[in-house]
C-alpha cells in the first residue's frame, strides 16, 4: 500500500530544467536572432540616415536588449496561460501560440506611441504599413515578433534534440544509442529490442505527447478508452534506450487498468524514481525495478526513464 505520493511533474519555475532551457537555450538565440533582425531593418527608419553611427549602434543594442526582456517575459505569460509544467511536458504548439500574442500586442502599441504619439522615431518611405484599427505600424517590427520567438523556441528545443541524435526505431536504439556501450539488464535490453506496444494504432481516442529536450526524446502514446478504462495503450518515439525501455513497461503495466489505478501506478513509480516514497511500500515489479536500477546507475538519464510516465501522469491528472 502507498504511504506518500509522488506529486505530478514540477510547475516550470519550480523544475531546474525548465530553467535552464529557458536561460541557456532560448534567450541566447532570442538576442542573436534580435539583433540581426534590428541591423537588417534599420534603413526602415529615419535613424538610418539622419543619426551618427554611435547614436545608431546605441540604438540597436539598446533595442535588442529590450527584444530580448519583452521575448522572456512573453513566454512566462505562454507558460502560465499554457499551465506549463516540467519541461518534457510542455506543450510546444500552444506555447508558441501564446507567445506570440502578449509580444505582437505589446509591439503594435509600443510602435504607435513612439511613432505617434510621442514621436520618439519614424518610419522611412521603404518602411510597408500596417492599418490596425485606425492607426498605422510598420509592418517590419509586428513579423519580428510573429516569427522571431516561435523560431528561437524551435531553434533552441531543435538544438537541445540534436545534441543526442535521433533514434527512431527499436533497431537504431540498440545500433546507435552510445549508452548501450555499457550493458543494461537483460529485462531493460529485451524491452528495447522487443519493444511492447510499438505501434501506431488504427483507432484512438487520445493521442498525447512528450518530450525531454535535454536528452532529445521525443514521445507520443495512443490511448483506447473505453469509459473510464485504458483499453488499449500504445506509442512511437525518437529516443534513447531507457525511453524506449521505459515506455514498454509503462504500456504493459497500465493496459486494461481504470484511469483511477493507473494514476496510482503512475505515482507509485514516480515517487520511487525521485525517492519520494518510502521503503516499506508494496514492492515493484521486476520490469520497473530494472529501470530504477538502471536510473541509479546512469543517473543523468533519470529524465529518460521517467518521460513516458510523467507523460502520462499529467495527461490523466488532467482529464480527472
Request: hydrophobic letters at 50%; charged letters at 15%.
Amino acid at each position: 500500500m502507498l504511504t506518500a505520493l509522488a506529486q505530478p511533474p514540477r510547475d516550470w519555475f519550480r523544475d531546474r530544467a525548465s530553467l535552464k532551457f529557458i536561460a541557456f537555450r532560448y534567450v541566447p538565440l532570442l538576442g542573436a536572432l534580435n539583433l540581426v533582425w534590428e541591423i537588417g531593418q534599420l534603413p526602415l527608419y529615419t535613424l538610418w540616415k539622419e543619426a551618427p553611427a554611435s547614436s545608431i549602434a546605441y540604438a540597436v543594442v539598446h533595442c535588442t536588449l529590450g527584444d530580448v526582456a519583452i521575448g522572456s517575459l512573453a513566454l512566462v505569460v505562454a507558460l502560465i496561460a499554457t499551465r506549463a509544467r516540467a519541461v518534457e511536458t510542455w506543450r510546444w504548439q500552444q506555447v508558441a501560440l501564446f507567445l506570440v500574442i502578449p509580444a505582437v500586442g505589446y509591439t503594435a502599441l509600443s510602435e504607435w506611441i513612439n511613432t505617434v504619439a510621442r514621436e520618439s522615431w519614424a518610419y522611412s518611405a521603404l518602411m510597408p504599413i500596417v492599418n490596425l484599427g485606425g492607426f498605422e505600424v510598420g509592418l517590419a517590427p509586428l513579423l519580428q515578433w510573429l516569427i522571431l520567438p516561435p523560431a528561437a523556441l524551435w531553434l533552441a528545443r531543435f538544438h537541445s534534440a540534436m545534441r543526442l541524435g535521433i533514434r527512431s526505431s527499436p533497431e537504431a536504439v540498440v545500433t546507435r544509442d552510445p549508452s548501450m556501450a555499457t550493458p543494461y539488464d537483460d529485462v531493460i535490453l529485451d524491452h528495447i529490442k522487443n519493444a511492447r506496444n510499438y505501434r501506431v494504432p488504427e483507432s484512438v481516442s487520445r493521442e498525447i505527447r512528450g518530450s525531454n529536450v535535454l536528452c532529445g526524446d521525443e514521445l507520443a502514446l495512443y490511448l483506447r478508452m473505453d469509459g473510464g478504462c485504458i483499453v488499449d495503450i500504445s506509442f512511437q518515439c525518437s529516443c534513447c534506450g531507457l525511453s524506449m525501455a521505459s515506455a514498454s513497461v509503462m504500456t504493459e503495466i497500465v493496459k486494461g487498468k481504470g484511469t483511477g489505478e493507473a494514476v496510482l501506478l503512475l505515482h507509485e513509480f514516480a515517487g520511487r524514481l525521485g525517492g519520494a516514497l518510502h521503503s516499506d511500500c508494496a514492492a515493484l515489479g521486476r520490469e520497473q525495478q530494472a529501470l530504477l536500477d538502471a536510473a541509479q546507475r546512469f543517473p543523468a538519464r533519470a529524465r529518460c526513464v521517467a518521460l513516458p510516465w510523467t507523460t502520462l501522469m499529467t495527461a490523466l491528472a488532467e482529464t480527472e
